[in-house]
């Protein structure tokens, strides 16, 4: 979350620079956005175990005519609807203890001051010029679409259908590095990947690319950042936001350290864009251009691609709150295979996360721990001499450091989970072979016993580290159950068959990954939506109108420390965050709360309840039997709307 991760630049290190697209902030985060931000995340601590010298960006676009309109409908200035916006990115991420290093907004005045001076740059040698253009453009991706790209009449990106415009713009001579850009795709396979999105912009590249509108007039659309040489017009979109993935360096003086070592993490949405603009784009500026572009698939809910226009969008905060911070992770890499798109539904994170985190791992845990309490007092012993069995186990979970790297580095996250639990499952089967409850009965076998369970230990030991990039919280309290300190670790900890000193004092504790009860799910999910009528007494309008009620975003939940029906709630309304008092413990677990959008009168005098400050009501809903529910919204507006 800020430069503490960041070494000492002379430290012989790899470098490893990783982006997340910078997410339009026309709508709220959802879960397609939470993937990228989280793989990034996976991907980045990964690095820094291996002991690469990482930085990790992420950020806010903020410029164009799509979030324009969608302040508009608003009904606030595009400044104000931004802030509330990129406020609620950055607290959803933080709430989800994404670790990025920096965190940009396009609006920002070093990220504008970079983009002016990339384009003079441009435009001093002659690769932009003033012309007219008509054809088909999409507000929703944002960019002119081809008649041949369309499908069924729509973009193919956004899904929406375009429309025909003329418009003096200024112009990039991006087909003039067309034979540039497939030459160096062509040479250096790994520069796009998966190889389909490699081969599909290489097609692209057969045929002329055309020169690259970008700007727009001002008049018509005020909301961007006004070129150097011709304030009557503002910079297109697309050439603002790319230019963030070098800005965000250059205002920090960390462009020599970080740049081109770069990977950008996006979804096959935006392939034209970071595959085509922003090579030639840097070709053009005389910067060098980016190492790799990974590009992964979408999120499927009903065979549709999961997104706010569409509709059928799931809140990540939701479903943390629901299936825990490290389990949602687990089962974002785990279910699917980068490049390829992956079906998103509630049972199958349920499913995934009994299978492998509370039986597989949770149950090695389990055993392991509960049998060193029964048999040796909880206290690690030494090794004895090893068997065939022994070597067998040491061997798979030694060689998974250098299996783990290799897939990390071709992407395959996928793999290299299931890789680690197929070892969790093989000390599972070591545990029924060798039986140590048996061994336990003769005391002539002790020393047998000890090593089987100190073989049982260093498993979970190194698989604990070789999981800590996508479980990182349950990985560290793992290993303080094993006795050992609550600190990152490195990939070289898992080198080791030794790293839990004989003597350590390990203890049970709570369980990592409570098994989820499927059948009680799947009735959740499938009740129907009841709301009781109710009789509402008539009231003169402006006595409605004298209340400020808006949308907060829960974003953390405690006891009231002096009262036992009261919850304290932190909730986000963009832009700020309040401190709410609500009387709902008796009907709701924080756990419930978090993530939810409530409604809440936000102009009520502050009041002091027991000691603490409440800046607002939550609204509920009272059944006959006085149960509580609150009042949530429908679709997913931003923290903070207005509800009229
Ligand atoms: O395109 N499955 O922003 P955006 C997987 N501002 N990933 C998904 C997804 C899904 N269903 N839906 C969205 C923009 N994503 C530009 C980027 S970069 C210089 C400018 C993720 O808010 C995925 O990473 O539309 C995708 O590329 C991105 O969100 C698009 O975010």
Redesign the pocket.
């Known amino acids: 979350m800020n430069a503490e991760h960041i070494g000492p630049a002379s430290a012989p290190r790899d470098v490893f620079y990783a982006t997340?697209?910078?997410?339009?902030v026309n709508a709220a985060p959802?879960i397609?956005?939470a993937?990228?931000t989280i793989l990034v995340d996976v991907v980045t601590r990964f690095h820094r175990q291996r002991g690469d010298d990482t930085f990790f960006l992420t950020g806010t676009?903020e410029h164009g005519e799509k979030v324009a309109k969608a302040a508009e409908r608003a009904g606030v200035s595009p400044q104000v609807y931004t802030d509330r916006v990129a406020a609620e990115f950055r607290a959803t991420w933080d709430a989800m203890g994404i670790a990025y290093d920096e965190f940009i907004r396009t609006t920002e005045p070093r990220h504008q001051q970079v983009v002016r001076e990339v384009l003079q740059r441009v435009y001093d040698r002659g690769d932009i010029f003033y012309g007219e253009y008509s054809g088909l453009y999409c507000v929703g991706a944002e960019r002119f679409v081809t008649e041949k790209e369309l499908q069924d009449g729509k973009c193919p990106d956004s899904e929406e259908p375009p429309e025909y415009r003329t418009e003096a713009n200024y112009f990039f001579r991006m087909e003039k590095y067309r034979p540039w850009l497939r030459d160096h795709i062509e040479r250096n396979p790994d520069f796009i990947r998966p190889e389909r999105y490699r081969n599909e912009v290489l097609a692209m590249l057969r045929e002329p690319i055309g020169d690259l509108s970008i700007s727009r007039p001002r008049a018509r659309v005020p909301w961007g950042i006004p070129l150097p040489w011709d304030e009557e017009h503002v910079t297109y979109v697309w050439f603002d936001?790319?230019i963030?993935?070098w800005s965000a360096l250059l205002s920090r003086g960390l462009e020599q350290r970080y740049w081109p070592a770069v990977n950008h993490?996006?979804?096959k949405?935006?392939v034209k864009?970071h595959g085509v603009f922003w090579p030639t784009m840097l070709k053009a500026a005389g910067i060098p251009v980016y190492r790799h572009l990974n590009v992964?698939?979408?999120?499927?809910q009903d065979e549709r691609?999961?997104?706010k226009s569409l509709g059928n969008v799931v809140g990540p905060l939701e479903l943390q709150a629901k299936y825990g911070r490290d389990a949602f992770r687990y089962f974002l890499l785990r279910d699917m295979s980068f490049g390829l798109d992956a079906s998103f539904t509630e049972p199958a994170i349920a499913e995934r996360i009994n299978a492998d985190l509370a039986n597989d791992l949770g149950n090695l845990l389990n055993r392991t721990l509960g049998m060193l309490s029964k048999f040796r007092d909880g206290v690690v012993p030494e090794f004895g001499p090893l068997e065939p069995d022994d070597e067998a186990l040491r061997d798979t979970f030694l060689s998974l450091p250098e299996a783990l790297s290799a897939h990390f580095d071709e992407l395959h996250y996928e793999r290299a989970i299931e890789e680690v639990m197929q070892a969790v499952r093989s000390a599972n089967k070591y545990i029924a072979e060798q039986q140590p409850w048996a061994l336990a009965k003769d005391p002539a076998l002790a020393g047998r016993l000890d090593t089987v369970l100190r073989s049982c230990l260093e498993a979970l030991r190194c698989a604990s580290v070789l999981l800590e990039s996508v479980l990182p919280e349950k990985c560290r309290a793992l290993r303080v159950q094993l006795g050992l300190p609550d600190v990152e670790s490195s990939l070289a900890d898992a080198r080791r068959w030794d790293g839990l000193p004989a003597g350590t004092q390990a203890s049970v504790g709570d369980p990592l990954f409570p098994r989820i009860d499927v059948a009680a799910l799947l009735d959740e999910l499938a009740a129907p939506d009841t709301e009781p009528l109710e009789h509402k007494t008539p009231i003169d309008i402006t006595a409605f109108g004298a209340l400020e009620l808006r949308v907060a975003l829960v974003t953390h939940v405690e006891p009231h420390p002096k009262a036992d029906k009261l919850l304290v709630l932190t909730v986000s309304l963009g832009a700020e965050t309040r401190t709410i008092v609500s009387g709902i413990r008796a009907h709701y677990t924080p756990e419930q709360l978090v993530g939810k959008k409530v409604v809440i009168v936000a102009n009520l005098e502050p009041v002091r309840l027991r000691g603490v400050e409440s800046q607002g009501m939550v609204l509920s809903a009272e059944d006959p039997d006085g149960s509580l529910s609150v009042v949530t919204v429908d679709r997913d507006p931003v923290a903070g709307a207005e509800v009229r």
């Open positions: 997340t697209p910078i997410f339009y959802h397609g956005h993937y990228t676009d936001a790319l963030n993935y993490f996006i979804a949405d935006i864009p992964h698939g979408y999120w499927l691609k999961m997104s």
